[in-house]
């Protein structure tokens, strides 16, 4: 009998042990009675019937995420190669949502390479329709069109796209090189046009100061020039009402008018000598030279005197 007890004593706590089940935060289990769905269990302790009904999984529904890398081809035949993050979860926690998690695939490994080949596709699909030069720049549009293609298909299969993230675009090392020198050659030509403009620039501007300076100039030596006749022309009118003046003079006094001229003449001589400059400055000085000389110093003077009257 005391065995029989025992033994009783340790079957029914081998049956309370079993009766209880634990559920983990951010998880909900799926259990069975013969193979086929039961119910759902939430986080906390849990009551199951002990030897019939079992765990069949158990779902997480926290964020997941998983690290791709796979090659496209674009339309242009060039090869580009991805590495991708993908973050996803299960859509919510409801009991539909989450029987259709747990029986849509055989395991989490078929899910996983649906998934994968999902985006693969989606992202190849996409490339093979732009040209090299475009995919750098769209990645963003890459990623809205993955994301609007399988949110669909995930949803059916009760999850949730929540992000993708392409980290690294490259293409094969041929392309790159060809790649490096193409935006070399844009640099050369940009930098070559600037430097052209900047040397236009350059030359432009020194023409226009070349052609303000040389107008300046012009106009200085066309003043210079007015001065230098108003300066001659003020310089005769002194000298003729002198010459004028001086005759006026002789005439009164009863003296020849040729004493004036002969002053004029010696006094020109003397300031020859003194500013000269080493120049040879030849004269007439014979007497028929000194007269010829006066004679038309007297003409001078003679219509100087009747242009003032």
Do not use: C
Not at 57 to 74: D, H
Not at 228 to 249: C, I, P, T
């Amino acid at each position: 009998m005391p065995i029989f007890y025992i033994i009783l004593g340790v079957f029914g706590f081998l049956v309370l042990l079993l009766s209880f089940v634990t559920i983990q935060q951010g998880t909900v289990g799926i259990t069975t009675i013969f193979g086929k769905y039961s119910r759902t269990l939430y986080p906390g302790l849990n009551f199951k019937i002990p030897f019939i009904e079992r765990v069949f999984k158990r779902i997480s529904v926290q964020n997941r995420s998983v690290e791709l890398g796979f090659q496209a081809v674009t339309i242009d035949q060039a090869n580009v190669n991805f590495t991708a993050m993908l973050l996803y979860s299960v859509l919510n926690s409801d009991e539909v949502n989450v029987k259709n998690v747990a029986f849509k695939f055989v395991n989490d490994q078929n899910f996983m390479a649906a998934l994968i080949r999902s985006v693969e596709g989606s992202v190849r699909a996409f490339v093979a329709t732009k040209k090299q030069s475009e995919i750098l720049s769209l990645r963003h549009e890459t990623v809205a069109m993955v994301k609007d293609q399988l949110d669909q298909t995930l949803e059916s299969w009760g999850y949730h796209l929540i992000d993708l993230q392409l980290n690294d675009i490259t293409f094969d090392e041929e392309v790159m090189r060809s790649m490096a020198k193409v935006v070399a050659s844009s640099n050369l030509k940009a930098a070559a046009e600037n430097e052209g403009q900047a040397l236009l620039i350059t030359k432009t501007k020194a023409a226009e100061a070349e052609g303000n300076a040389i107008k300046i100039a012009a106009q200085a030596e066309k003043e210079a020039a007015q001065l230098r006749g108003q300066g001659v022309a003020l310089f005769r009118e002194e000298v003729a009402k002198g010459m004028s003046h001086a005759a006026k003079m002789m005439q009164d006094s009863n003296l020849d008018a040729s004493l004036i001229l002969f002053s004029m003449w010696t006094e020109a001589v003397k300031n020859f000598a003194e500013h000269g400059e080493g120049n040879v400055i030849f004269l007439d000085g014979s007497t028929e030279g000194m007269q010829k000389t006066m004679r038309e110093m007297m003409a001078i003077s003679n219509m100087d005197v009747k242009n003032k009257k």
